[in-house]
């Protein structure tokens, strides 16, 4: 591929119109000169340049970014067996595990297209993002393929590649897992046999010429699920173009990384567009080792930063408040994080004081958001630029960003003055797969509207104020109302029913739902939240449910969920 693909600084002359970069880290640019390459670009050159650095490390097994390469052509060229071609839907269905990385890099390199899914989706869920996405071909874990065959019908799927956990663990502990996990779990063999079904594993031995398909970066490379602004599931188009673009802008916010010597820390899921960008695309293009995480365990996070010492450590609130409030911290040196990017809900200034005189490290609030994959604003980390408590801080390079008024969104507020954030930048999505209209609403005229409430400051600074759209964040993932309501209704009780989000002091919220019985029916809260088990994944599941004679509504029959967190929030602050 020639030079590395790097962060290169381009004619300072947008400071005019972007007064907020006097406010950046001294050596972060204005601008950035974006190469005309494809996403797994950055993996190829990394395997190049820094051929024996550290790229993955997973329960204490490392892989060099030869070995991670070698694996992602040899799998490129199984795929390529399988059928898969330009364009073709393959989705990932995994943890932060280096299958994932694998898989992830591997189907770009064929100029197909990955669905990243979340492994804790019901049948019905995941089968609606596979029908919808058009996937012949997933890449799942092995002891979820029973929720794959059954969300089986109604999909285009004929490739079902099993990928197992222990793979790639060191060989005690995968002695382990098969004596303590798998026996006991009953999930080693029960998809061999079944159609269309092969090992991951299997796929990384390929005797043919290496395949890989020309890319352009306008090509599609990522469908990121997200509710967007109505609750219902859609994909947005991620272009190679777009996820280079933010990777670089990301790359040149963190200024102390340094090529091919450094850590990073992946608890972030990379199935979600956060930890697929900071995490995943942001260590791969400085060719640092990610250290990942399959799911959050502290103690096992606390293990592993003291081991293997990240200086990146991308989180979110709930993440930073369990290490500060939990007593086991300080029994673990954490001063190697020099640097962390808290998003998908407020962080508050005791939990960046406090994380501070834990590691040493700098955490500073971003913001972001799938349909710009994702990040767009964050405040300076080292303090060479000035950070600002309650702000999600300044647009990243390149980023233009206003405030439009909530009424007609077409005229720009006065400083000060609360209306809807809208933004511009070379990161943005192409629009929702094939709802064009959504699409429209979204982005107009190259500006897309994020649905959420803000004002900025006279430095350009942007407080987000409210959400526009209702939705509720559990731990960093999106809920929709909508989904949770839909949910509810298909119990036989039901006659009908609200989400909101109520406050939780590490998660950020969690889901509280509001019911009305049918006449003559009765069910109980607990009732409820088993059978709601079965439908939504388990972060969706309220936590509270309130039963009432009826709901408030619009005199035109639309529920107010914002009356019904008013008066949940006055419930909780009224003198007990």
Known sequence: MGKKMAVVTKDPAPLASRPWTKHYDLTVPATIDYPDAPLHAILEDSAREHTNATATIFFGAVRTYRSLQRDVAFLSGSLRRLGVKKGDRVAIMLPNCPQFVIAFFATLRLGAVVVPCNPLYTAREIQYQLADSGAETIVVLSRLYPVIKAARAGTKLRNVIVANIKDEMPPLKRTLFTLLKEKKGGHRTHWQGDPGAVAFKDLLVYDGEPVSAPVSPSDLAVLQYTGGTTGVPKGAMLSHRALVANTLQCRAWFTNLRDGRDNLMAVMPLFHVYGLTVAMDLAIQAAAGLILEPQYELKQVLEDIQKWKPKIFP???RIYNAINLSPLSAKYDLRSIEACISGSAPLLRETARRFRELTGGHLVEGYGLTEAAPVTHCNPIFGE???????????????????????????EVPVGEIGELVLRGPQLMDGYYERPDETAQAIRGGWLYTGDIARVDEDGYVFIVDRKKELIIVSGFNVYPREVEEALARHPAVAEGAAIGIPHPLKGEEVKAYVVLKPGMSASADELITFLRGEVAPFKVPKEIEFREALPKTLIGKVLRRQLAEEDRATRTRPS
């Open 385 to 411: 630029g000035r950070q600002k408590e309650g702000s999600i801080g300044i647009p990243f390079p390149d980023v233009d960003s206003k405030i439009m008024d909530l009424e007609t969104g077409q005229r």
């Open 315 to 317: 989180g979110a609130p």
